[in-house]
């Protein structure tokens, strides 16, 4: 355990420090050999299979990334798949808007032409009827196709529905109420494609008590 110095030396003359340090020295030659040891001890197998571990971190991470990215995809499609049947809907709804705005003119001539027969009189009893059937299947086709009249006599007035022609006094009505219609409107499932021309009642002026 002791090296050529220290064998020159007598066993008095051996101080503990230098003996520490020699034992020291040994014991880190010791340790270096033990791992260059175990370093050579790793078998190709166990190469392999780190590597091998390595690899599945990487894919793992890959497919976690991957799998956001679908799901961020799919709910795009989800999105655009919903906004297009919308838009599909919307245009089969209302892809009549122009043909029912035109039908609209036939009806209002063939109400006019109604307003000018008399119905009572013998010689255009069948007349009225002929016009009025035409009418009446006129408005019931239309009202497949979801076109509804809007007739708002004696109903508040709704800027929304109505346009209002002129105003007008009314005893005992209340104002703003619709107290003529002038030209019925109508809608498209809901959709306003011609409002109502109407009069509206209007409040009386006040009265000056003051004199």
Not at 21 to 46: C, K, R, W, Y
Not at 57 to 72: E, L, P, Y
Request: hydrophobic share 40%; glycine share 4%.
């Amino acid at each position: 355990m002791t090296n050529k110095s220290t064998e020159n030396k007598s066993a008095e003359e051996i101080s503990a420090e230098d003996l520490a340090a020699e034992i020291i020295g040994e014991a880190e030659e010791q340790v270096e050999v033990q791992l260059d040891a175990a370093a050579d001890n790793i078998s190709p197998e166990q190469e392999r299979i780190n590597e091998l571990e390595l690899s599945l971190s990487v894919a793992q991470a890959t497919v976690a990334d991957q799998k956001d990215s679908v799901i961020r995809a799919k709910a795009e499609v989800d999105n655009v798949r919903r906004r297009s049947a919308q838009d599909v809907e919307k245009a089969r709804k209302f892809a009549l808007e122009k043909f029912a705005a035109e039908m609209l003119t036939v009806v209002d001539n063939l109400e006019r032409g109604l307003a000018t027969i008399d119905a009572e009189a013998e010689e255009q009893k069948a007349t009225f009827e002929g016009v009025n059937l035409t009418l009446q299947g006129l408005l019931s086709g239309l009202e497949k196709f979801g076109v509804k009249a809007i007739d708002p006599q004696d109903q508040p007035f709704n800027p929304e529905l109505h346009q209002a022609m002129s105003m007008q006094e009314v005893e005992g009505v209340e104002p703003n109420t619709v107290i003529a219609v002038m030209q019925k409107g109508y809608e498209l499932n809901g959709r306003l494609i011609r409002p109502a021309m109407v009069m509206v009642s209007k409040a009386a002026p006040a009265v000056d008590t003051s004199a």
